[in-house]
């Protein structure tokens, strides 16, 4: 056996071994990388400088701001006010609370830019609220979890940010522009089963509202979605860069959260502020270990390989493209979201390169496939999380949501090989 075959499996059965273990993702990575080099006798030096090369990137600075705008806009109360907006426009359709819910989440991705902290949010107020309603506590966890995908496509995403810079720095004003199309595609596609499953089940319809409380909703939650605007506008227009606007977005937050809705105090502001820095200290530590990682994988040649594999079945580009998103479903219930972009975007993006496949439309792909391992058990955080708010199992849970998969793989299908659905507004606003 080489030297070279001997290196992968240490390299890629020590990380699982310590995942089987339990051990944090980050030090899976660097100890298992770490032994690599030592056994390849690749200095310990080239090995830092590759960790601190993961985070030497301007645009990575915006991933701080958002995550700190998103918890300010969660613990400042615009998750309620975008419910009672949503309870508005979609609460009156059969099964309106399941209506809500999934357009709320629509709203909510494109603010919080996390599939867990629209679940956490959202979910910890409409699963209770649609139990009291007479839903089964199984459908409003799969209802709750599976429009929280909206999350990781519609702008501001974390995941995009990551898959950037795994990318080696893809514009990011045309990432968060992919993004939208397939966002609103995927929560439309869930509104259609959710009205079909209510007629089915005979689920109530919600309650109609009058034109003037619904004006003064759709105001008070219009000064909340302007962080859109502001993230979004500002990049496709060039007024910022993505990490001026992630900082603008937290300023913004800040006012309107303290002046405008008065849900945060100074205890509060505080409280924001740990939270947000955890979370942060978290995504360094894995960025910096997963860069390391990667770059033992090109060292031995894992990319060439896994693309020889690939094309000795086929070069037909749909065929390879078929096999890529079966990959990425099945390491998606394995392992954690941003973990897999940045180790999985250096190996696949160069295969699907080869077959003539855009990597913004690439990028979309793979974020859609890993938003639906974020609710399939072992590992689906974002299904985790709903079955600890509702007094339901997993295992029930997961049995309610076959139907909703079926949905989201066909919404993967659909932008896997209609590229136009990523590659439109890029193409609009370049």
Wanted: charged share 10%.
């Amino acid at each position: 056996m080489s030297s070279n075959s001997i290196g992968i499996i240490i390299l890629l059965g020590g990380f699982l071994g310590l995942m089987a273990l339990r051990v944090p993702i980050a030090f899976a990575l660097g100890l298992s990388s770490l032994a690599t080099a030592w056994y390849l006798g690749v200095p310990s030096l080239l090995v830092a400088q590759r960790m601190v090369n993961g985070l030497y990137s301007f645009t990575f600075l915006a991933v701080p701001f958002f995550i700190l705008a998103g918890q300010i806009m969660s613990e400042g109360g615009i998750s309620e006010r975008l419910v009672r907006f949503a309870d508005i426009i979609v609460g009156r359709i059969r099964g309106g609370l399941a209506q809500v819910n999934i357009f709320a989440s629509t709203l909510f991705g494109g603010i919080s830019g996390s599939s867990v902290a629209d679940v956490a949010s959202i979910g910890s107020f409409l699963i209770p609220a649609m139990v009291k309603r007479g839903y089964k506590p199984e459908y409003a966890v799969a209802v709750t979890v599976t429009s929280s995908v909206q999350g990781v496509l519609i702008p501001p995403s974390q995941n995009m940010i990551y898959y950037a810079l795994a990318a080696g720095g893809l514009p990011i004003g045309q990432l968060f522009l992919a993004g939208y199309l397939p966002g609103v595609l995927l929560g439309l596609a869930l509104m259609v089963l959710a009205y079909v499953l209510a007629v089915r089940q005979n689920h109530p319809a919600g309650t109609r509202y009058g034109w003037r409380e619904g004006l003064k909703t759709a105001i008070d939650a219009s000064i909340g979605l302007f962080t859109m605007v502001i993230i979004v506008g500002g990049i496709v227009a060039g007024i910022f860069t993505a990490t001026e606007s992630a900082a603008v977005a937290v300023v913004y937050a800040l006012l309107v959260t303290v002046f405008v809705y008065k849900t945060m105090d100074r205890a509060a502001i505080l409280r924001v502020l740990r939270e947000s820095l955890g979370t942060l200290a978290m995504v360094i530590a894995i960025i910096m270990t997963s860069s390391a990682f990667g770059f033992l994988l090109s060292y031995l040649k894992v990319p060439a390989l896994l693309a020889e594999a690939i094309f000795m079945v086929s070069r037909e580009p749909w065929v390879v493209l078929l096999a890529i998103n079966a990959l990425l479903i099945v390491l998606g219930m394995l392992m954690d979201m941003g973990v897999l972009i940045l180790i999985l975007t250096p190996i696949l993006l160069p295969i699907v390169k080869s077959i003539g496949v855009d990597p913004i439309h690439f990028g979309v792909v793979l974020l859609i496939n890993l938003g639906i391992g974020l609710c399939t058990p072992p590992v689906g955080t974002s299904l985790i999380v709903g079955c600890s708010i509702a007094p339901t199992s997993i295992e029930r849970t997961t049995r309610v949501l076959v139907p909703f998969y079926v949905v989201m793989i066909a919404v993967l299908m659909l932008v896997t090989y209609v590229p136009a659905l990523s590659l439109g507004l890029p193409s609009l606003f370049r």
